[in-house]
């Protein structure tokens, strides 16, 4: 006589998880590898820096800068990646977005001529180098500038020297949360104009209006400047629809073209809600702020000890 062998319920067939089980074992489960192949989708979508940086192209940068000294008689104090392939999700072929910072000798400064306080470099074999004079720097520092204060927490970095660290310090007291929740959102609501309205869109464009609309986020709550790292923001954010966003971020990251196709109508609408959010509730105080005295203090101290920092500035390897 055959024995019969009564089976427990294969709650995880109801709920997609193969348990044979309870149904409570089973939803806990599926949850579980939910939660565990999300972070396994945003950690393959943002590269590390070995990863988007190979040696060779970090030797040919040091190589490119090097000769922007050369060609424009300035010494470049800072200089680092920014961009997709800081931000994490660059495709195999994106370019080498590098920002810097130089400076010149003191006689430069003391013309009565208008000069150029921009250096900007033909692209060339998917290499983009530009850069601002010191000078610059500050003026912009004085109206908390995100991209020179996102250059100062990029973790790719060719370049440095004594200049630049104390910079960044002193960049902390300019920050203001108002002026940089402003300057994200205009990125964010301009880029959404321009890329996401038709039926058919640029895929790829959503990253670009998600990611300012997240540091928009990040300032509001924390009044700092927001992580680079696009899986730290969307790791800190709630009521998000993730999904649609990891799937992006993980076809990026494959190098997928992400030209065009249907528009997604989750975030459209998430992001016409945090559009709308910012630009009418949003009510951040301001940091105290130095005097432009002390930045022309630091200026002059820099130019004229132009030779010591010079002589300090180094490469990263």
């Known amino acids: 006589m055959a024995l019969k062998v009564k089976k427990t319920e294969h709650a995880g067939a109801k709920n997609g998880g193969g348990h044979w089980g309870s149904r409570s074992e089973a939803k806990s489960g599926a949850k579980q590898r939910r939660r565990q192949e999300s972070k396994r989708i945003i950690s393959n979508a943002v590269k590390t820096e070995s990863e988007a940086v190979t040696k060779s192209a970090r030797a040919e940068i040091n190589r490119r800068l090097k000769q922007v000294e050369i060609d424009h008689g300035v010494k470049i104090v800072y200089a680092v990646e920014s961009g997709s392939r800081v931000w994490g999700f660059h495709s195999p ?121 997240f540091c928009c986020q990040w300032i509001a709550k924390h009044h700092r400047m927001p992580p680079v790292d696009m899986r730290e923001l969307v790791e800190a954010q709630t009521d998000i629809p993730k999904n649609e966003i990891e799937r992006l971020l993980a076809a990026k990251s494959a190098g997928a073209e992400l030209s065009e196709g249907p528009r997604i109508e989750a975030l459209n609408k998430f992001i016409e809600r945090q559009l709308d959010h910012f630009a009418k509730t949003v009510r951040v105080s301001a940091n105290a702020k130095l005097t432009m005295d002390d930045l022309d203090e630091f200026f002059f101290y820099s130019i004229k000890n132009f030779d010591k920092f010079s002589a300090s500035s180094k490469k990263v390897k």
Request: avoid cysteine; proline fraction near 6%; charged fraction near 25%.
């Open 93 to 213: 072929d994106s370019d080498f977005d590098v920002r810097f910072l130089y400076i010149r000798p003191m006689a430069w400064y003391l013309s009565v001529r208008d000069r150029r306080d921009v250096i900007e470099v033909p692209i060339e074999d998917d290499f983009d180098l530009s850069g601002w004079d010191l000078q610059k720097a500050l003026n912009l520092m004085s109206k908390s500038n995100p991209p020179l204060f996102e250059w100062f927490s990029s973790p790719i970095v060719y370049r440095t020297s004594l200049i630049a660290e104390q910079l960044r310090k002193l960049g902390k007291s300019y920050f203001n949360p108002r002026a940089a929740i402003y300057h994200y959102l205009h990125m964010a609501d301009g880029n959404y104009r321009t890329y996401l309205q038709g039926d058919n869109v640029r895929l790829k464009k959503y990253l670009y209006v998600l990611r300012p609309l």
